[in-house]
């Protein structure tokens, strides 16, 4: 359940002298000015997670949130603590399918909660590298915030150029010379488009509240953190509108493309049951059991037939392959 527990002070991981999942023992040790706690756990129980809950007074309705996960992205306030929900995304480029998981914070004076589901986003090594920024650790629980929302948006733009790539072969593929099935495709990536649209445009606001100081919890020091996050946020969520207009408009030309096939494919059935018809009837006047017809009995009649046949078909055939009808 406990990912890693450990104690900050003065932008440094601070030895404790108790194990891990003794929580009330580490967290009693953050008494300095600055000192915090950052508990991670990965899909907890009920259980599990009211038991640390107990440990650091999380309000019920976030745990509550916590434990059943899918929650839209969200950030609210409880107390004087802050609740925290990113959706995490990654992209399975056989399938063209979006996954997602789910990261909820608690954010107190002292402490950070974070409660990871899903396999995407780990966050072990987010911890590491900022255990390696004195700097930026040294800002106590917002240092976590950053650190955690900086990972999630670096994964929002990696399946944003994944899928990029998607929709440029569904491009060239519609406006390519061979016939082509895009239709189902290009509705599999707009479902997609969507899926990351509900986790990345919720999460715009709250990274500009971030970026300005606004939000309880988040000191002003680390507020500029913030800016590149938000920046990156909003040109992720402008790309998926974008790439959604580009697959829009590319259903669009592969339904004309569509017309126009079958508009040239109706022509060459008609050409050539055209160039069929004129055997037909020169066949089929020659068929009647009329006693009195001319050149019915001449010599050559037959070979005349099939001379008149046999060219007629070949003029129709030059005409229709010189208007493009065949």
Not at 82 to 110: P, S
Not at 198 to 218: H, I, Q, S, Y
């Amino acid at each position: 359940m406990i990912v890693d527990s450990a104690l900050y002070r003065s932008g440094g991981r601070v030895r404790v002298d108790c194990h891990k999942d003794d929580l009330a023992a580490v967290r009693d040790q953050a008494t300095g000015e600055g000192d915090f706690v950052w508990v991670g756990l990965h899909q907890p129980s009920q259980e599990e997670l009211d038991q640390v809950a107990d440990v650091f007074s999380l309000h019920p309705l976030a745990v509550e949130d916590a434990v059943k996960a899918h929650q839209r992205p969200k950030l609210e306030r409880y107390d004087d603590a802050l609740f925290l929900v990113l959706k995490t995304l990654w992209y399975v480029d056989e399938d063209d399918a979006v996954e997602t998981g789910e990261i909820n914070l608690f954010v107190g004076e002292r402490y950070v909660v974070s409660v990871r589901h899903g396999e995407g986003a780990e966050l072990h090594s987010a911890r590491l590298d900022l255990e390696e920024r004195a700097a930026v650790l040294g800002h106590g629980p917002s240092a976590v915030v950053y650190a955690v929302c900086d990972r999630v948006v670096d994964a929002y733009e990696a399946v944003a150029l994944s899928l990029q790539e998607d929709v440029d072969e569904v491009e060239e593929s519609v406006f390519s010379p061979d016939r082509t099935q895009d239709s189902q495709r290009i509705y599999i990536l707009k479902r997609e488009l969507a899926e990351m649209r509900r986790a990345v445009t919720p999460l715009r606001e709250p990274m500009v509240r971030f970026a300005r100081g606004d939000v309880p919890l988040v000191t002003e020091g680390a507020a500029p953190f913030f800016r590149d996050v938000a920046d990156h946020v909003i040109r992720v969520s402008e790309g998926i509108e974008s790439m959604d207009n580009l697959l829009s408009t590319a259903f669009d030309a592969h339904i004309a493309r569509i017309g126009l096939q079958q508009n040239e494919d109706m022509r060459k059935i008609s050409a050539w049951a055209a160039i069929a018809a004129v055997g037909t009837l020169v066949a089929g006047v020659y068929g009647m059991n009329f006693r009195n017809m001319p050149e019915l009995r001449w010599h050559y009649g037959y070979f005349m037939a099939l001379a008149l046949m046999i060219g007629a078909s070949f003029f129709l055939y030059r005409q229709f392959k010189k208007s493009g009808w065949l």
